[in-house]
């Protein structure tokens, strides 16, 4: 660990969320007094209350998040910070994808020289709190309501129970397939069509039993893989994990927005200026990839990370949700 950067402190556990790969967020950023730095997903605060710091005197953080609560818990947390170091603190509710906007709305008050920013974190992962809620539906640890919205208020967005009870059986294998990379896609909508029939589903605990119903009973041989594949850290993961995923994904939107903050990234960032992306599963992570390959091929910066960034043994051990997170980062030439 560098003894530059500070280590994780017992705020950040108590703040409901831990940051993962703090130390490489710091060094692959590298924040300097003055500069501006846009949050794409806000979160706790846990990354922010590293990076501030780093960009005083004169420097400005601006921010989203689509959680309206750890939106406001952030704010409470970073204000008296920003002000302790002479940094401007401007949070927005909604999606990254309002990036351009911001910017040029920053701007044009003057609290940036230019509509473009020094420096980008994309931290694609959820606030420990919003996973362990149970009323978000994000998991099935707890039984809880089949929500999955990140932005409870959109009320013109479907939930999870939305699809599930209502998308052709055919949709609803692509959407798993697709987004959760099942192989047994079909099976699990088949399965899900026969329970709605009979009564809708509306709860995480029972999703995740029928698709686990989906799956063949494990292999005598001890192997294990028909019960659930194993995960890149070697863990073995739930039967119903892929499914979750894949329906989150299709309740936010999650890969449309990221493809459209990659789009903006050339044009937003300043010369110099430096972009890291933190991806907690292979969709997200192969679109980082490739994005910065490409924007290296047309000669518009430099890789820093030609192999993604993993959490080591210590900080996987504290913190397990660190295991899957894979962190990339460009730099644009200056």
């Known amino acids: 660990m560098n003894d530059a950067f500070p280590p994780i402190s017992s705020e950040d556990s108590d703040a409901g969320h831990v940051p993962v790969l703090p130390d490489a967020v710091l060094e692959h950023l590298a924040p300097k007094p003055g500069q501006a730095v846009f949050d794409a997903t806000l979160g706790r605060g846990g990354h922010a209350a590293l990076i501030i710091p780093h960009l005083a005197p004169g420097g400005v ?4 998040d689509l959680d309206a609560g750890n939106l406001e818990h952030a704010r409470d947390r970073l204000t008296p910070l920003a002000e302790q170091h002479g940094v401007v603190l401007r949070l927005h509710h ?3 994808t309002a990036l351009p906007d911001l910017l040029d709305a920053a701007h044009r008050d003057g609290a940036i020289p230019a509509p473009t920013v020094d420096g980008l974190l994309a931290d694609l992962g959820f606030a420990s709190n919003q996973v362990d809620d149970p009323d978000r539906g994000l998991s099935f640890k707890h039984d809880g309501q089949l929500d999955m919205r990140l932005n409870p208020s959109d009320e013109d967005t479907p939930t999870a129970a939305d699809l599930v009870n209502s998308l052709p059986p055919d949709q609803l294998a692509d959407l798993i397939y697709q987004f959760g990379e099942e192989r047994l896609s079909r099976r699990i909508a088949r399965k899900i069509a026969q329970a709605r029939a009979s009564e809708p589903i509306q709860t995480t605990g029972r999703l995740a039993q029928i698709v686990r119903s989906a799956y063949p009973p494990p292999s005598r041989k001890g192997s294990g893989r028909r019960k659930g594949a194993a995960s890149g850290s070697g863990h073995r993961i739930d039967p119903a994990t892929r ?3 894949a329906l989150r994904i299709a309740v936010n939107g999650e890969l449309d927005a990221l493809d459209a903050l990659l789009a903006a990234l050339p044009d937003r960032l300043s010369a110099g200026g430096r ?3 933190i991806s907690f599963h292979s969709l997200e992570d192969r679109r980082v990839k490739r994005a910065f390959l490409k924007f290296q091929q047309d000669e518009l910066g430099q890789r820093l990370t030609r192999k993604p ?3 080591d043994d210590t900080e996987s051990q504290a913190n397990p949700r660190s295991r899957s997170a894979k962190l990339r980062a460009f730099e644009k030439t200056p």
């Open 61 to 64: 953080y601006l921010a989203t």
């Open 94 to 96: 909604g999606s990254f």
């Open 243 to 245: 499914t979750f995923q």
């Open 275 to 277: 972009a890291v992306f």
């Open 309 to 311: 960034v993993t959490a």
